[in-house]
């Protein structure tokens, strides 16, 4: 259907303002803690202070007696009710599995797992009466950090044997994509250059601002549940296939929901005891976590030990990589927990054409909070590792970082191309984004700087990092997840409701969180069925009314879900235009359809859509072939992810004698194909640029040796401010690299930013004093770390976060404000 | 029980409150001003920010007896909503797409209109430097920083 692309006002690429801002602006929102019902209770949770423990006995007495308290239950209460909390992709088929109750009876395995519910008239007397909750505990030793875990000599689940849960292997040699790589190897280290690293991707949180909270409802018909989550549909699936509750009645609804970044990819435990706590009790209940809870409990992301093999020869062309990862899933299996990793299989490669790969993925169990999908998933560690290697084996062979990476890219002639991980790429210009990139930038002039100030022997050097990243987004071919033993699908579904006054009601099974999805749904719809921008109404994120989807994740909303959108509006073209002949008395061969409007091909005559829909809905009129309705739906599976890539540019000064690092410039050029609404596509890359720079330069979260949580609140967990951050130079192609596999040419941009930064921004500050010796910082590049690599007393700055509060939280120390008590 | 009186958004209320209870809770709970959230529990995040008689205050840190006899604006009481008013930072941002999930925002434009009242006429560094106690994890603070400076610039047309 090209027939509206003429339109002289297409919506698509207009930067329209959002929608949804109104309501969100004057604080008319319905987040799910706004949620007030009659008669509703509220819960506090009581969770285990120790990282692993037996649980001995749990005395409710006191808080039962506290006022208010309607029910204090703790895990021997509930049987299989209860439920248990799923794991969607087990990696392999012998993978091991730790049973994860919501609410164990007998066995804490991380600091922070919910021992006891208090239910009580109000929150603040639920949390005063969970105080007085006495669990008694026998503390077990605690395996924390990854290679400990490898050790086996502590074991998370000593039930399991092991601390090891999966391995999971990719070989070019095995699958026919390419060579053996340990034979590259060999030549490299015999006539060639060969870059052995070992990488850390520290533990991150992704600190959604809007605390998980949990309402259900059990008195109506269906028992309904408001959650805080992005994944409403597979949460009513995870509910009814582990609660023995029918699907049928179950409602599921996102209401508006604070962002999510992957931490509200998960089906919880909160959630799973706010369901049974609600069945038991005949009662609305809430559940609305602290932030310190959030921090302490919610999935955290990343937790990496990356061991890298890059293979070139002298000349810089890479012949083989081998990876190698060590992740820590926590002390349970999140619901993609260990696919996570997986993800970075097909992406260590990135835009590169290497001859041979290998890749290896431990996943360990350790008794810390459950990790699963943060920003990228996988994606980002993958992207993170290649590019710096990329820098390290320019500085090897003694070139520009950009010019070693263009020997080894993909050539934008030679599309599509298929990896040697096994993915096609359809589209892509590298050579393109990077000339437009550096010219924004500046490259040339910084590069003359960053020479100046070292030839002076500035204090402060100049460090230029690169990023040239691709990532594989729009989750997911189904066929491939099955491939990969995912238990679900990947496709999406829409459908389109032309109502009687002729407004036009779209229903998406994806579920925004801060998208924007309404504004950019929207114009989609107003370009192809040609009806004003307002008149489109989009409905997500309740299951009694978007009855399909699989939700918003792996930037998947647009090129997915939008793509089923599309279908489904062509449906209703299809069908508008049998009734529309039918009105007008012409054959359909002979209609046109313009702006909304069908006409008889060398007439005047026509008839618009809304009076086609006001007709349909009257019924008094219509052919006897077809039903009254101009109502249509499409379930769309993609054929194949799609390949965003983009040059990101970073500019950092680096005190030598501090250790200090500031971000002096950050451009980049991302090529996402066919851009929907600019305004949108801009807010996602700085947001997403901020996460990827915050993991290279502040964010880490540390347990201690006992495996409690030290970076428990955001007074210790370091979320960048405006005063750390700066102004971003966001710049697209002219020409950009359409998506072949969906109509409208568009792919994913969600993660690109976390992808895409936190390499540049590591590589530059590394750039500015590799001079010194140095070839390497540890993230998050804190100036002690910058500092103690400059000093050569720890060699690459890899220095491990020492696992302490900050002094305040300390027992016994004495407030810390200058002046204080004075 | 302690009795207070206050001024919200306009409207004279009185309640009897516990002596703990913090502002954002009696605005939230009590009031049913769920516009005004809670991000955090040590004070950093800023999504509970209001105006205690004209000042920008997060309201977390503030007990409800605290308030009493005082005038509290809040997100919902900042312009005429109901007749289609805006307030020229609302509107700011939602010209700078200086939001996303929203739930930072209304502790955002509360500062920011603070911010502006203070100093009509800020640099992006003032502007940075005054948003700091205000935590948004969605935009990167980028088109933050922007609707401040927009707002400050349409208020000199």
Sequence with gaps: MTATQDR?????????????????????????????????????????????????????????????????????????????CINAWPITPDQKTPTHSPMPADRVAFAGEIVAVVVARSAAEARDAAELVDVEYDELPAVIGIKKALEDQVLAHPDLGTNKSALWVFDSAEAG????????????????????????????????????????????????????????????????????????????????????????????????????????????????????????????????????????????????????????????IAVVGGGVPVLGAFMFNAIYKFPSYRFECQTVLTNTTFTDAYRGAGRPEATYAIERLMDELAAEVGVDPLE??????????????????????????????????????????LRAEQKERRDRGDRVQLGIGVSTFTEMCGLAPSRVLGSLDYGAGGWEHASVRMLATGKVEIVTGASAHGQGHETAFSQIVADRLGVPFEDVEVLHGDTQIAHKGLDTYGSRSLVVGGEALVRAVDKVIDKAKHLAAHLLEASEDDLEYNDGRFTVAGTDQG?????????????????????????????????????????????????????????????????????????????????????????????????????????????????????????????????????????????????AGTIASTPAVVNAVVDAIRHLGINDIQMPCTPERVWRAIQGSKAGGATETPPDAMPHFKDGALNQDEGAGQ | ????????????????????????????????????????????????????????????????????????????????????????????????????????????????????????DPTEEEVRLGMEGNLCRCTGYHNIVKSVLHAAEGAKA
């Design chain 1, 607 to 751: 008839i618009a859509i809304q009076e086609l829909s006001t007709a349909a809905f009257a019924a008094h009129n219509y052919p006897e072939d077809m039903e009254p309705s101009l109502d249509a739906e499409a379930t769309y599976d993609p054929v194949n992810f799609n390949y965003p890539h983009g040059t990101h540019l970073c500019a950092m000064e680096v005190d030598t004698e501090t250790g200090a690092v500031k971000m002096r410039k950050y451009t980049c050029c991302d090529d996402i194909g066919v851009i929907i609404n600019p305004l949108i596509v801009a807010g996602q890359v700085h947001g997403g640029l901020v996460q990827g720079i915050a993991q290279a330069l502040w964010e880490e979260a540390v347990h201690d040796e006992a495996g409690t949580l030290v970076s428990g609140s955001f007074v210790d967990y370091l979320l960048p401010t405006s005063a750390d951050t700066i102004s971003f130079d966001v710049v697209h192609t002219d020409d950009p690299s359409v998506c072949t596999t969906n109509t409208l040419g568009t792919k994913g941009v969600g993660e």
């Design chain 1, 177 to 332: 994509t390419g060579s053996e790589v340990d034979a590259a190897i060999e030549t490299a280290r015999a006539d060639g250059i060969l870059i052995e690293r070992e990488y850390r991707q520290q533990r991150l949180i992704p600190a959604f601002m809007e605390p998980r909270s949990v309402v259900v409802d059990p008195t109506g018909e269906q028992i309904t549940m408001w959650s805080a989550t992005q994944i409403p549909h597979i949460l009513r699936f995870a509910l009814a296939a582990t609660t023995g509750v029918p699907e049928s009645k179950i409602r599921v609804i996102a209401p508006d929901v604070g962002g999510g970044f992957g931490g509200k990819l998960q089906t919880t435990p909160e959630e799973w005891i706010a369901w049974a706590v609600a069945r038991r009790l005949s009662k609305p209940v809430k559940y609305t976590e602290t932030r310190s809870e959030s921090l302490m409990a919610a999935h955290h992301g990343r937790d990496q030990v990356q061991t890298l093999t890059l293979a070139a020869d002298k000349d810089g062309k890479v012949t083989g990589l081998k990876v190698h990862l060590d992740a820590d899933l926590g002390a349970y």
């Design chain 2, 1 to 120: 029980m302690t009795k207070i009186e206050l001024t919200v958004d306009g409207a004279a209320v009185s309640d009897d409150v516990e002596p703990r209870m913090l502002l954002v809770q009696y605005l939230r709970e009590k009031l049913g001003k769920t516009g005004t959230v809670i991000g955090c529990d040590t004070s950093n995040c800023g999504a509970c920010t209001v105006h205690l008689d004209g000042t920008s205050v997060k309201s977390c840190n503030v007990l409800a007896v605290q308030a009493n006899g005082r005038t509290v604006t809040t997100i919902e009481g900042l312009a005429d909503t109901a007749e289609g008013e805006l307030h020229p930072v609302q509107e700011s941002f939602r010209e700078c797409h200086g939001l996303q999930c929203g739930f930072c925002t209304p502790g955002m434009i509360m500062q920011a209109v603070d911010l502006l009242g203070e100093n009509p």
């Design chain 1, 8 to 84: 002289p006002a297409a919506e698509i690429g207009k930067d329209r303002r959002r929608k949804e801002d109104q309501r969100l602006i004057t604080g008319r929102t319905r987040w799910t803690d706004n949620i007030t019902l009659p008669g509703m209770l509220h819960m506090a949770m009581v969770r285990s202070p120790f990282a692993h423990a037996s649980i001995t006995s749990v005395d409710t007495e006191a808080a039962k007696a506290s006022p208010n308290v309607v029910a204090v239950l703790s895990g021997k209460d509930f049987g299989a009710e209860l439920g248990v």
């Design chain 1, 404 to 445: 070693i990476r263009e020997r080894n890219w993909i050539k934008h002639e030679e599309f599509p191309f298929t990896t040697i991980a096994g993915l096609e790429y359809d589209t892509g210009n590298y050579e393109a984004a990077t000339r437009l990139a550096k010219e924004s930038f500046g490259y040339d002039a």
